[in-house]
């Protein structure tokens, strides 16, 4: 199993650009996510996924949309690239919602300029 | 804003000594987990203590729970340089849906 996969790894954006990252899983997990992580403040939440159909947002959700049409991928996209989005970004999956762990993908380090 | 507050920020011990870290959080909660990052890295999993359990065991690594309280904590025994990385502690604020994460504890382990 590969896990969690996400695409690309690095990316450099202008302001007002949009763009989607991509993020993968084959572990048939029902529960998807998507953190953002900045220096000193932890992971915060910008929005989840309890199935395919299913999104809801989460603490951080301005500036995000995402879809979820297969149990598989859950992507996200950034409408018009600011500069405070500049981030690292995870995606990350579980079995379901609630007690599990949650299976984490490499990261997309994002810069905005 | 964060559920969960680490503390230490940061830590720094010489190899073969304990590490504590300890969290706080605000409301309630049904689970909290803790983290592991290395730098660059992806999060991984540790392990997941219950709001009905007060303690486990995952080989070096012992959590306390302390709902009363509000807090947990995770101490890592006979610590290694492979230990070096960033702690997060998650909670899931009662709902299950949203995983909430602290700032974490950046720890150094020494030769």
């Known amino acids: 199993n590969a896990g969690v996969t996400q695409t690309p790894k690095f990316q450099v954006l202008k302001t007002g650009q949009s763009m989607t990252l991509q993020c993968a899983q084959d572990m048939n997990h029902e529960y998807m996510s998507w953190y953002r992580q900045d220096p000193g403040m932890g992971l915060r939440l910008i929005h989840y996924s309890v199935g395919a159909g299913i999104t809801d947002q989460g603490e951080v959700p301005n500036g995000y949309n995402v879809s979820r049409s297969t149990t598989e991928d859950f992507p996200l996209r950034l409408l018009s690239a600011a500069p405070s989005q500049t981030s690292v970004y995870f995606c990350a999956s579980s079995y379901r919602a609630g007690a599990y762990e949650q299976y984490f993908g490499p990261g997309t380090r994002l810069t905005v300029t | 804003s964060q559920q969960g507050e680490e503390d230490p920020q940061a830590l720094s011990i010489q190899e073969g000594e304990n590490a504590t870290m300890n969290c706080s959080y605000k409301?309630?909660?049904?689970?909290l987990q803790w983290y592991r990052q290395n730098s660059g890295r992806g999060l991984v999993h540790l392990i997941l203590i219950r709001s009905n359990e007060r303690e486990k065991h995952s080989g070096r690594l012992r959590v306390t729970l302390d709902t009363s309280k509000k807090s947990s904590s995770l101490l890592i025994t006979a610590s290694r340089a492979a230990d070096t990385a960033s702690y997060f502690c998650a909670t899931d604020g009662g709902g299950g849906n949203k995983l909430t994460f602290g700032t974490g504890t950046q720890l150094k382990v020494e030769l």
């Open positions: 409301t309630s909660i049904n689970n």
